[in-house]
Structure formats: C-alpha cells, structure tokens
T-cell receptor, first 112, second 112 residues
Framework: DAGITQSPRYKITETGRQVTLMCHQTWSHSYMFWYRQDLGHGLRLIYYSAAADITDKGEVPDGYVVSRSKTENFPLTLESATRSQTSVYFC???????????FGSGTRLTVV | DQQVKQNSPSLSVQEGRISILNCDYT??????FLWYKKYPAEGPTFLIS?????DKNEDGRFTVFLNKSAKHLSLHIVPSQPGDSAVYFC???????????FGEGTQLTVNP
C-alpha cells in the first residue's frame, strides 16, 4: 500500500529496555522526520534525514538514535528507555524540508 | 526557546460561527507558514499554507492571514462545523531550511 506506515501502533516497555519504532514510506521522499507529541509542547523534532545515510539532530535528540540505510525506512531507537520518553511518536516524510510533510498514524509508547 | 507559539490551548465555538486560531513566531528567517489539523489517534494532516510574499490565502472555509511586521498569523474557519473539532497546529519553516517548527497546538471544539 502506498503511504507512510508506522509500527507498532502501541508499545509498552520497561525502563532501561531498548525499543525501536519503525517508519516506512513508499513515495521515495528524500526527507524523513521523527517528532514526539506531548501535552503543552506540541510536536517537537527529534531527528531528521535529508537522504539515505544523512541524519541530523532536531530539538530533543537526547536518548534517541536513528539510522537511514535505505531511502524508504527511518527507524528510531530508544537505547535505554526512560519514563520521560513516554509519548506519542510521529514519523513524517516529504520531498522538501520546508513543506509538504505527510505524517504516519503514530506510535503511542508507554515506558513503565 | 519556543519559536512558534500558540497561546490558546483550547477554543470553543458554536456551529455556524467563526473560529479564529492564533499563532506567533519569533524567528525572522521563517518565510513559509502552515496549519495542520489532527484528529485523535491519527497523524496530523495538512490544511493550508501561506508564503511570506502574501498576507492572505483562502481555501474554501479556511483562510490564513499573515502579519509579518507583528510576526503573527491566524486561521479563520467560516462557518465552523462540528467535524472541524480537532487539534490545530501552526508550523513555520525557512524555505532555505530543512525542517518544520510546530507550535503547541489549539484544541478546537465546535458545538452543535
């Protein structure tokens, strides 16, 4: 199916565990982004990628790792999950960096 | 440093009336502005945008106004409908850049 998909939709994990959130897009968009949504903070950029093998930090990168070996995939890894990383995570993709973003449906992550 | 700010966390209006959502920004490099709409359990979807070379852009019931001197933009919805009830995010970017910066969001409730 064409589009941008995130998996899993819901995840509960324990403090200290490593967890990976997946993002896959079928348009061959150059840019991909990871945002987290928290009440009172809106959407904050964690990491973004302008092309395969090119990634850069956003506003809140600490505790997260990304990679982009293929254009269509942009996984986000929490190396050692903390309760403050409980959030809803959205992946997005775009042809440009400044507009035209399409978002996935999100992953709700709870760290207990 | 919140570069895009939506000062009203919530707004409630009657069906058929006008909804006005406001957004302020601080970064003078921003020259492209967008509004996204988000329903529960879904990702944000693009609604309308405006370039800094314009001061108004209309799309059906939705109009965005930009006041560059005040670094302020607003979204007008006329007439408001119950299906417009959602969280609205203001976003800004520099066309020379590679990321969108979002505000905190405003929860709009349109009462029948």
């Amino acid at each position: 199916d064409a589009g941008i998909t995130q998996s899993p939709r819901y995840k509960i994990t324990e403090t200290g565990r490593q967890v990976t959130l997946m993002c896959h897009q079928t348009w061959s968009h150059s840019y991909m982004f990871w945002y987290r949504q928290d009440l009172g903070h809106g959407l904050r950029l964690i990491y973004y990628s302008a092309a395969a093998d090119i990634t850069d930090k956003g506003e809140v990168p600490d505790g997260y790792v990304v990679s982009r070996s293929k254009t269509e995939n942009f996984p986000l890894t929490l190396e050692s999950a903390t309760r403050s990383q409980t959030s809803v995570y959205f992946c997005a993709s775009s042809w440009t960096g400044y507009y035209g973003y399409t978002f996935g449906s999100g992953t709700r992550l709870t760290v207990v | 440093d919140q570069q895009v700010k939506q000062n009203s966390p919530s707004l409630s209006v009657q069906e058929g009336r006008i909804s006005i959502l406001n957004c302020d920004y601080t970064n003078s490099m921003f020259d492209y502005f967008l509004w996204y709409k988000k329903y529960p359990a879904e990702g944000p979807t693009f609604l309308i945008s405006i370039s800094s070379i314009k001061d108004k852009n209309e799309d059906g019931r939705f109009t965005v106004f930009l006041n560059k001197s005040a670094k302020h933009l607003s979204l007008h919805i006329v007439p408001s409908q119950p299906g417009d009830s959602a969280v609205y995010f203001c976003a800004a970017s520099a066309t020379s850049g590679s990321r969108l910066t979002f505000g905190e969001g405003t929860q709009l409730t349109v009462n029948p």
